[in-house]
């Protein structure tokens, strides 16, 4: 996207005639595309850990361990998951969780996890002890729904019961506080469901965190949204400061320093009741309260006053993220 400008200049000073057939190559079926064609690659594993309400999968990308990455595909015979741990280390393996796309609308938070997902997987130097899992797209009905229908929309695809409204908010949905800061109407954006985890989607990401934090320890939960320049940090329903708000607060400095050093973009970190507004049944605060887990943050992707950038912001915000 950074090059449009100057690739269309080129082609019209000289006399090039050209139609555009395809604005925008990073729809649904194209991240599908490159997520199987990741697969390939020793390093990872791409799975499906459950299916959306209109029964799209939910696809889990596992990058694991660089131990003995050596750069380029040289490694090609590193052993899987299961044989990789116990010959690498005998203390109990480490992870990260990444979460992106829960709300159909961020688009950025999906280009920037298969940003971060790619330059995993080039570098060696990053990952080399810890188990690196990343939702690119969790809600994928209304990721889809957002470029066929309505750019807007902001919950998943679900027909909700004896109401003319759709959707649940997949962030409002999680059984930790639930209810507390949320809308029990189907109209409302901010819609929790009937009941916590109601969703498929939802309910996927809970077995599927459940399963990886109880393999390998979960440090770090990160779940990527927009917009704001905002790095959050648990509760959601309450100013009372979580375990190891300290520590989160420490890291999450660090990251601000990089960003703002890197690319001039100035993200606040804050406790996320105090920084946005009251909310709860969203996944970080469940990562928190029910798995316990250190590091855990929403990160609030550029800009400061829209969901809508443009197309040379994309790949400057996965920089100053990675
Ligand atoms: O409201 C949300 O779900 C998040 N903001 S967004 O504009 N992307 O919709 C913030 C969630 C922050 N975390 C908690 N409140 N637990
Ligand atoms: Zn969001």
Redesign the pocket.
């Known amino acids: 996207p950074e090059s449009l400008s100057e690739v269309n200049y080129n082609l019209q000073n000289a006399g090039v005639h050209y139609l555009v057939l395809i604005h925008d190559l990073a729809t649904y079926l194209r991240i599908e595309w490159y997520l199987r064609h990741l697969a390939t690659h020793p390093r990872v594993e791409v799975t499906s850990i459950g299916k959306s309400v209109e029964g799209r999968n939910i696809w889990l990308v596992h990058i694991m361990p660089a131990t003995t990455c050596r750069g380029g595909r040289s490694a090609a015979v590193m052993p899987r998951h299961h044989q990789r741990q116990k010959h690498y280390r005998a203390a109990k393996a480490r992870s990260i969780w990444l979460e992106a796309g829960?709300?159909a609308r961020?688009w950025i938070s999906v280009s920037v996890a298969l940003q971060l997902i790619h330059n995993m997987v080039r570098e060696c130097s990053v990952g080399r002890a810890v188990h690196v899992y990343v939702v690119p797209m969790a809600n994928p009905d209304g990721y889809v729904y957002t470029w066929t229908h309505q750019r807007m929309w902001?919950k998943n695809r679900r027909r909700n019961h004896g109401s003319n409204c759709d959707g649940v908010?997949l962030?409002?949905n999680w059984d930790f506080q639930f209810g507390v800061?949320a809308s029990s109407s189907p109209c409302s954006e901010?819609y929790q469901g009937p009941s916590s985890f109601s969703e498929p989607e939802t309910q996927s990401l809970r077995d599927a965190m459940h399963q990886v934090n109880s393999v390998s320890k979960l440090m770090l939960v990160l779940?990527l949204?927009?917009?704001?320049q905002l790095l959050?940090y648990?509760?959601?329903?309450t100013t009372e400061p979580a375990p190891h708000t300290p520590a989160m607060r420490r890291l999450g400095n660090i990251f601000a320093q990089h960003a703002k050093v890197g690319s001039g973009t100035v993200y606040d970190v804050m406790n996320?009741?105090t920084g946005?507004?009251?909310?709860?049944?969203?996944?970080?605060?469940w990562a928190k309260g029910v798995l316990n887990t250190k590091f855990v943050y929403?990160l609030?992707l550029r800009n400061k006053v829209t969901f809508l950038l443009n197309a040379d912001q994309i790949f400057p915000t996965g920089q100053e993220v990675w």
Do not use: K, V
């Open positions: 829960l709300h961020e902001r908010d962030n409002r800061g901010i779940a949204h927009s917009y704001g959050l648990p509760f959601g329903h996320s009741a946005l507004y009251f909310s709860s049944g969203s996944t970080d605060d929403t609030e």
